[in-house]
Each structure stands twice: as structure tokens, then as C-alpha cells.
């Protein structure tokens, strides 16, 4: 579903018998993270030191990359800036880190994009 399919809709159901009108339906869009940032790479993952994350910002806005550990407190604030439309690619040093799983949250304009990153 896409932000333009959002307004009121109605069903006609028809058999031999018939048709019945639905009563009309509101159908309402939240726009996510995926209508915002595109062709998100991560990698690579596993990972023994860097981690590179490439996307593609299609609409301004401000965005902040958090890495947590697995109770969700944040370890790491990676980057936090305005950012206009454009591929966004940024490789950042997890080596100091023990070995485990880790989450990076990426946020923009408040929608939030959550992966999984393996160090090993």
C-alpha cells in the first residue's frame, strides 16, 4: 500500500440473487521509514571490525543511527544530521566491541528502521 491509496472505498458484492453495497470504508496510510529511504545495504554482516550502511535518502529529513545491544540500551550514536535527497553511504568501527548481536536503528523523521548486526 502507498500514501496515494489512502480515501474511501466501498465493495459491491454480486450474485445471481443480486448486488449489496458495503457501507463506506476509510482507509488511512501511515507512511514508514520505507517511503522515506530506499536500497538500504548493510554490510558486512557478520562483521569483525567496520560496517558500512549505503541507502538511498529520497526525501530530506533529519536522521540518527543508534547501535544498541540486545536489551535495547544504546551503545553508540553513529550519526545525527539533517540530510537532504541523496545516497547516503557511511562506514563506522564496531571492532572495540566484544563479540555478539547487536541492533542498529536508523531513524528518520521520527519512522525508525531496526536491523540485526552479527560481530564476531
Request: some cysteine; proline content about 3%; overall charge negative.
Amino acid at each position: 500500500m502507498v500514501l496515494s491509496d489512502a480515501g474511501t472505498y466501498t465493495c459491491r458484492v454480486s450474485n445471481d440473487a443480486g448486488s449489496v453495497l458495503s457501507e463506506p470504508a476509510v482507509v488511512e496510510v501511515t507512511v514508514g521509514i520505507e517511503e522515506h529511504i530506499n536500497n538500504f545495504i548493510l554490510s558486512p554482516n557478520p562483521t569483525s571490525d567496520n560496517i558500512t550502511i549505503s541507502m538511498d535518502i529520497i526525501e530530506s529529513g533529519n536522521i540518527g543511527i543508534s547501535l544498541t545491544d540486545i536489551s535495547g540500551a544504546e551503545l553508540m550514536q553513529l550519526h545525527s544530521s539533517f540530510e537532504d535527497a541523496h545516497t547516503f553511504t557511511k562506514t563506522f568501527s564496531i571492532k572495540h566491541l566484544p563479540t555478539g548481536m547487536y541492533f542498529l536503528q536508523i531513524s528518520h523523521n521520527g519512522n525508525v528502521r531496526t536491523e540485526k548486526i552479527v560481530k564476531e
